[in-house]
Structures are given as structure tokens and as C-alpha cells.
């Protein structure tokens, strides 16, 4: 069975502080990986990795993803109170292996910034 | 440019009952997903639809079906409502084909069978 994991599943750290968030995957057909935030109920695009190797970077955020190991970081640094949020963590599996297709999410890390 | 938008909100059925719920992507998407959220399941991919067709579907039962029209918006319909179907109904929009485009998501629908 697919499966993605995410952790920590919470994190709770100072203004300032930089995280490393953690997901993990055994899947039988990888396309790519995905992050998403959410804050409140919908969640919203951070990044798409394909490649290993390849850091992703959004100000603040980056990503890398380990096809090898097969696993994938997201780090924030500096981090703010806005940052608070649930990181979700997806894997795109492609269908052509004949199972289920499409996104596979992990349970998410909860973030808290305090200040 | 408008958002993709989700009708209704809120919802509260009885068991067996059935409940469609609609998604209108952002202008130009032609790709609509729809994904349940639960505490205890977290996020999970129900189905996905491009061009009026189906292309990708996640593990759920067939009480869960939908269909895209050909202004691009969606509906999804879930039959014989069982508790276990409360949940966040999130639709998420994006321009081409292919779950990893990026993809826009909807306020969400909260479901509440009883």
C-alpha cells in the first residue's frame, strides 16, 4: 500500500528558529512530490519536486527531495508567526502501475511559532 | 481574477440520504480535483477531471462519483450517506492537466451527516 509519513506530526518552536520538516514515502510508481500549507481550511501550493537534488526555494522556504532515500525536507528559516500553519506533504503516483492514482497526502506536521 | 468557489459551505444530512456539492474553478482552469479531509484520515484525493473526463481516482467507494460540465465547473455526488462521510469537501482548480500543476483550492464544504 502506498504511504506517505510526515514528521514530526508537531512542532513547537520560537520566532527566529529554523525547522526542518520531514516526509517520507514508499510508493510503487513516484511522478513527484508536493508541499502545501494549511492555514485555517484550504490548503495552498509551496512546491513541486521532481528531480533529486534540486533545491526548490521560496524566500524563507526551501525544499529538497531525495529520490534515493526517498524522502523529502522542507526548511524554514527565520521563521514568524504566520508560519504557523499544518505542512502537508503529497506524493503524485502515476497510474500506469494500475493502482490508485493521483495524490497521496500525509498526515501533516502542525507548526506552531510562538513569539 | 475569482477564486474557485464552493456552494454550499455548510451542509448537514441524515444517513442514507445523498448530497451534491459544486465547484466553479478559476476562470481558464480546465482541470477540477476534489479531495476529503478528515482528522483522523487527514487529506485524501477523491477523483479528478479534465475536459469532462475522468482521469485520475483515488480509493473510495462508488458512492462517490462526480462530473465536469463544459464551462469547466464540477459537481461531486456522494450516495447512502454514512457518518464516516463527514468531512471537509475541498475542490482545487488548475490550468492544464495533471495533478501536478498547480493547483488552487476552494473554501471547502463542511458536511455533517448525523
Known amino acids: 500500500e502506498d504511504k506517505v509519513v510526515q514528521s514530526p506530526l508537531s512542532l513547537v518552536v520560537h520566532e527566529g528558529d529554523t525547522v526542518t520538516l520531514n516526509c517520507s514515502y514508499e510508493v510503487t510508481n513516484f511522478r513527484s512530490l508536493l508541499w502545501y500549507k494549511q492555514e485555517k481550511k484550504a490548503p495552498t501550493f509551496l512546491f513541486m519536486l521532481t528531480s533529486s537534488g534540486i533545491e526548490k526555494k521560496s524566500g524563507r522556504l526551501s525544499s529538497i527531495l531525495d529520490k534515493k532515500e526517498l524522502f523529502s525536507i522542507l526548511n524554514i528559516t527565520a521563521t514568524q508567526t504566520g508560519d504557523s500553519a499544518i505542512y502537508l506533504c503529497?506524493?503524485?503516483?502515476?497510474?500506469?502501475?494500475?493502482?490508485?492514482?493521483?495524490?497521496?497526502f500525509g498526515k501533516g506536521t502542525h507548526l506552531i511559532i510562538q513569539p | 481574477k475569482a477564486g474557485v468557489t464552493q456552494t454550499p459551505r455548510y451542509l448537514i444530512k441524515t444517513r442514507g440520504q445523498q448530497v451534491t456539492l459544486s465547484c466553479s474553478p478559476i476562470?481558464?482552469?480546465?482541470?477540477v480535483s476534489w479531495y476529503q479531509q478528515t482528522p483522523g484520515q487527514g487529506l485524501q484525493f477523491l477523483f479528478e477531471y479534465f475536459s469532462e473526463t475522468q482521469r485520475n481516482k483515488g480509493n473510495f467507494p462508488g458512492r462517490f462519483s462526480g462530473r465536469q460540465f463544459s464551462n469547466s465547473r464540477s459537481e461531486m455526488n456522494v450516495s447512502t450517506l454514512e457518518l464516516g462521510d463527514s468531512a471537509l469537501y475541498l475542490c482545487?482548480?488548475?490550468?492544464?492537466?495533471?495533478?501536478?500543476?498547480?493547483?488552487?483550492f476552494g473554501p471547502g464544504t463542511r458536511l455533517t451527516v448525523l
Open positions: 482545487a482548480s488548475s490550468r492544464g492537466q495533471g495533478l501536478t500543476d498547480t493547483q488552487y
Open positions: 476562470s481558464g482552469h480546465r482541470s
Open positions: 503529497a506524493v503524485d503516483l502515476d497510474d500506469s502501475g494500475g493502482g490508485a492514482d493521483g495524490l497521496t
